[in-house]
């Protein structure tokens, strides 16, 4: 891999880069799919996805990973499970460094994600697709006419506080502190919300239910007495924002406040020759077809791109 110099390289096995893989395969490109520390991207901890077209009756999330994977791979896509370290823009080609080896490619496609914040409870890990979900759109459905709860204080949290009430006959939030992060207008619209009840100054200490293998309450610890308390329900939401995994490429493409990539014209980054789709630029929608939209347009762009320059 180090001495051949690719056409392009795909960072991230997600729903983005699957696509991107997918149509860069069929434009004869070879693409090569670096799969990272988190092969599969947030598919590969999801359980039923019923809201991608095409499955009717839905589609556990690993499996519809698995299918894209061998779509691309029956068009000639090449996988590696090696994680980037560094990369240097600055030249080219560019040079990818994976520790043990180098890969020079002329394009890059940037579809490495953003790896939802957890609280990091083994229980809670325990726990993920199991009633513990960091995704209302995605998993809400689940919860008609059930208890459950959302951990976090900002914009996010209250976000899928507010979706929940759907579903949900009643939406605890909880956070550890006694102020909220969220702006006036999303803590007003929660505080207006009949369905949605306030714990503050509470901290999950345990997900309960793992034995039996579904979400049945929380155990809650108050921050300030350090009185424990038992909160029976069925599920528990994470708001608490994603982690773009972009980290690696600042100073050399633009980056937002919270480390997303800046994109123009939806998927070109600052630097031609480099693309950008999928969670690591979209912190609106976070959505697998969203995600899969991208993928295409990004490797729709390097095609015209690589044409335009020779290749």
Not at 83 to 99: E, I, M, Q, Y
Not at 127 to 140: E, F, K, N, Q, R
Not at 147 to 174: H, N, P, Q, W, Y
Request: charged residues 20%; negative net charge.
């Amino acid at each position: 891999m180090s001495e051949t110099v690719r056409d392009t390289v795909i960072l991230g096995s997600g729903c983005a880069g699957l696509t991107a893989a997918i149509y860069s395969a069929r434009a004869n490109l070879k693409p090569l799919v670096l799969e990272g520390h988190e092969p599969g991207g947030q598919l590969s901890i999801t359980t039923l996805v019923e809201n991608f077209p095409g499955w009717p009756e839905g589609i556990q999330g690993p499996q519809l990973i698995e299918n894209m994977k061998l779509q691309a791979a029956r068009f000639g896509t090449d996988f590696a499970m090696n994680h980037l370290v560094s990369v240097d823009l600055s030249k080219r080609p560019f040079a990818l460094n994976l520790g043990a080896s180098t890969i020079h490619t002329r394009t890059l496609i940037i579809a490495s994600g953003a790896s939802a914040r957890w609280l990091g409870l083994p229980s809670e890990q325990a726990l993920i697709g199991h009633g513990v979900s960091s995704c209302a759109t995605c998993d809400g459905f689940f919860f008609m006419d059930k208890e459950i709860a959302v951990v976090g204080g900002g914009d996010s949290a209250m976000e899928e506080a507010l979706f929940l009430t759907r579903f949900a006959s009643k939406v605890t939030l909880i956070h550890r502190r006694e102020s909220f992060r969220a702006s006036k207008i999303m803590l007003e619209r929660a505080i207006g919300h009949d369905k949605i009840k306030f714990l503050t100054n509470t901290a999950v200490e345990e997900v309960l239910g793992v034995e039996q293998k579904e979400v049945t309450g929380l155990r809650l610890r108050n921050v300030a007495t350090s009185e424990q308390s038992i909160l029976p329900l069925s599920g528990m939401f994470l708001g608490i924002g994603h982690e773009p995994n972009a980290k690696m490429f600042a100073g050399q493409i633009d980056l937002d406040e919270d480390g997303y990539v800046r994109t123009h014209d939806n998927v070109f980054t600052r630097v031609p020759g480099v693309f950008s789709c999928g969670d690591v630029q979209d912190r609106r929608y976070r959505q697998a077809i969203t995600a899969a939209g991208s993928g295409c347009m990004a490797a729709l762009e390097v095609e015209k791109y690589l044409e335009e320059h020779g290749r």
